[in-house]
């Protein structure tokens, strides 16, 4: 049987690390950067890690809200959509993860554009 996502990434502290990246890496991307004006930096990054952490099979240690309870009403475009998705594949290469666990993140977090893009 094949490891989880969560241990390929190299669990709580390895996702912790990546997600703290993808952050710092949203705020310098002038595409997405304006939608996290004014908001707590260690929040969004501890949304992030716990989000990542529970989704990929670690411990369920996310205490915020589902996809589309947190993005509604914001009318997050397609556009923003992928900035989101190309941020999140260059903080992966910035933490050396495998390509076969590049494609599995970035499929996961695709497959939730529904629950994100104009809601
Ligand atoms: C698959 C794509 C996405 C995922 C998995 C995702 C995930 C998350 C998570 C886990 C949180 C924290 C929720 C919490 O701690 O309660 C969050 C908050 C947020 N997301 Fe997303 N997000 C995605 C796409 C986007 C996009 C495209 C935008 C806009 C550019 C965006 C803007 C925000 C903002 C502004 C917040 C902060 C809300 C607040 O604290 O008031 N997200 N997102």
Redesign the pocket.
Known sequence: MQNSLYERLGGSEGITKIAGDLVNIHLENPA?AP??DG?DVAD?KN??AT?FISGTGGPNVYA??D?LA??KG?N?SAT??M??LDDALIALQKNNVGQREQEEVLFV?YS?RSD?VLV
Do not use: K, S
Request: glycine letters at 10%; charged letters at 10%.
């Open positions: 997405i939608r996290f908001l969004l949304g992030a989000f915020g809200q996809m947190t993005h914001m997050i923003e959509f900035a989101v977090l939730m994100v």
